[in-house]
């Protein structure tokens, strides 16, 4: 969700988000069968006839497949063409996208900035110095 919002703000473009997940276990880092949301979240009344499909990366492919085969079981009415588009791309993946920014040979674990928030609770979060940061007019 993150890079595809960041690309919808770039090109100025609608962004549509279908929730999927497919890493759980205590560490976060076993593979499961994906979970596909039941509905695509736009804010626009179709989707377009031209789509760019954006994850943060393709592992094994497995995820992106199936969401194309989602959107496409869903939507293939509308769509007239579907691309894909990846942070990282490991070489170890079954699916080839269309764009990807790095491409690494190895099968790394790949840390996310995000992660941090993964173990944390709201408890863990202070709003101590929040009203010095806040400016009035």
């Known amino acids: ?34 979970k596909i949301g039941k509905n695509l979240t736009m804010t626009t009344d179709s989707l377009g006839s031209h789509v760019l499909l954006v994850d943060d990366i393709v592992d094994s492919g497995i995820s992106i497949e199936k969401s194309m085969a989602w959107l496409q079981d869903n939507y293939g009415q509308e769509i007239e063409e579907l691309k894909t588009a990846v942070l990282w791309y490991k070489a170890c993946s079954r699916f080839d996208p269309n764009y990807y920014a790095d491409y690494l040979p190895d099968n790394p674990w790949i840390h996310q900035p995000f992660e941090l928030y993964e173990q944390m609770t709201a408890s863990d979060l202070t709003f101590a110095n929040a009203s010095t940061n806040i400016k009035s007019d």
Do not use: C, Q
């Open 1 to 34: 969700m993150r890079v595809g919002d960041i690309i919808s703000r770039i090109f100025s473009t609608p962004l549509a988000i279908l929730a999927t997940s497919s890493y759980g276990g205590i560490t976060g880092k076993e593979r499961g069968s994906i």
